[in-house]
């Protein structure tokens, strides 16, 4: 059973930066990906960014140039720096590993969504 952790979450003001972190635990060794997703206030979840196992990167427009997927494999983290953060990055942010990227996010999941580690941005 895929476990996921989210951290590193906090408030902080326009133009600042932040660097989440995903504990994995479980099976994984069948991932084809691994990514960031987040869901802000009244929106559907999103995908954001992926990493996928030949070390392809993908981003959502909304996050390309600011926001840098990687992971240690050693401590089977994901990170995810996140710089030049602007209001409209406030959500919450979740991590995932699954079989498929579709666009920008990383799709056909093993385990469920774990608790998600909020992000707010003020202007």
């Known amino acids: 059973q895929v476990q996921l952790m989210e951290s590193g979450g906090g408030s902080v003001q326009a133009g600042g930066s932040l660097r989440l972190s995903c504990a994995l635990s479980g099976y994984t060794a069948n991932s084809y990906c691994r990514g960031w997703h987040r869901q802000a206030p009244g929106k559907e979840r999103e995908g954001i960014a992926n990493?996928?196992?030949?070390?392809?990167?993908t981003y959502a427009d909304s996050v390309k140039g600011r926001f840098t997927i990687s992971q240690d494999n050693v401590k089977n983290t994901l990170y995810l720096q996140m710089n030049s953060l602007k209001p409209d990055d406030t959500a919450m942010y979740y991590c995932?590993?699954?079989?498929?990227?579709?666009?920008?996010?990383?799709?056909?999941?093993?385990?469920?969504w774990g608790q998600g580690t909020q992000v707010i941005v003020s202007s």
């Open positions: 990493l996928e196992n030949d070390g392809r990167t």
């Open positions: 995932a590993t699954g079989r498929v990227v579709v666009g920008s996010s990383c799709e056909m999941r093993f385990g469920a």
